[in-house]
């Protein structure tokens, strides 16, 4: 994959590298891929809260609840994971 960049951010970039202790341009922009990653997966459980909430259909938060959670995110990032590979 190649990308573009005016001047300007290429510079940007080439010091975030720097600064951020990355030891390439790439590491730097994947570290970005996986926050934006992190970012849609964190809207995406507000969104679905916000509809339960918004819907009535709010599961008593109890501890069956969250170790089903745990359970359902930790197959969601192992599978996320391998599709990475």
Do not use: C, H
Request: hydrophobic content about 35%.
């Amino acid at each position: 994959m190649n990308i573009s960049l005016p001047d300007s951010m290429k510079s940007w970039v080439d010091e975030q590298v720097k600064a951020g202790g990355y030891g390439t341009t790439s590491e730097f922009f994947r570290e970005l891929v996986r926050e934006a990653r992190k970012r849609r997966l964190q809207e995406e459980v507000d969104r679905q809260l916000l509809a339960a909430l918004d819907g009535g259909d709010a599961v008593p938060a109890d501890k069956k609840f969250w170790l089903k959670l745990r359970r359902d995110a930790q197959k969601r990032l192992s599978r996320d994971g391998r599709k990475r590979r």
